[in-house]
């Protein structure tokens, strides 16, 4: 079940790039030229939908890290902050979710 979670966090991952642009662009272009008639309206429409799945995934990925970025400066900055906290991003979502789960219930207000 771990692997399967990494797996699925590495995809997340590799779809934020730009190269996952290129395999779009390889993979309309493979269509074209294999099967050109059937790359009607709808094919259209199902490359556009991949496409705009792709630029959310990357804004979303620029917006985490830049996010993630601001943070752990701020937990640099502040002294009596856990600095091991700085590392929670390369933890598997269940894992954070996990954590923030302890630290919701050891919250004492």
Do not use: N
Not at 34 to 63: N, Y
């Amino acid at each position: 079940m771990h692997s399967i979670r990494r797996l699925l966090t590495g995809i997340g991952e590799v779809v934020a790039r730009p190269a996952a642009f290129l395999l779009v662009a390889i993979y309309v272009a493979v269509w074209l030229w294999c099967d050109p008639e059937s790359f009607d309206w709808k094919a259209g429409v199902e490359v556009s939908t991949l496409v705009m799945t792709l630029f959310i995934t990357r804004t979303e990925q620029r917006d985490t890290q830049a996010i993630q970025a601001k943070l752990d400066e701020l937990l640099r900055a502040e002294h009596r902050a856990r600095t091991e906290l700085t590392g929670l991003d390369r933890r598997e979502p269940e894992e954070i979710e996990q954590h923030r789960a302890r630290a919701r219930s050891a919250d004492p207000g």
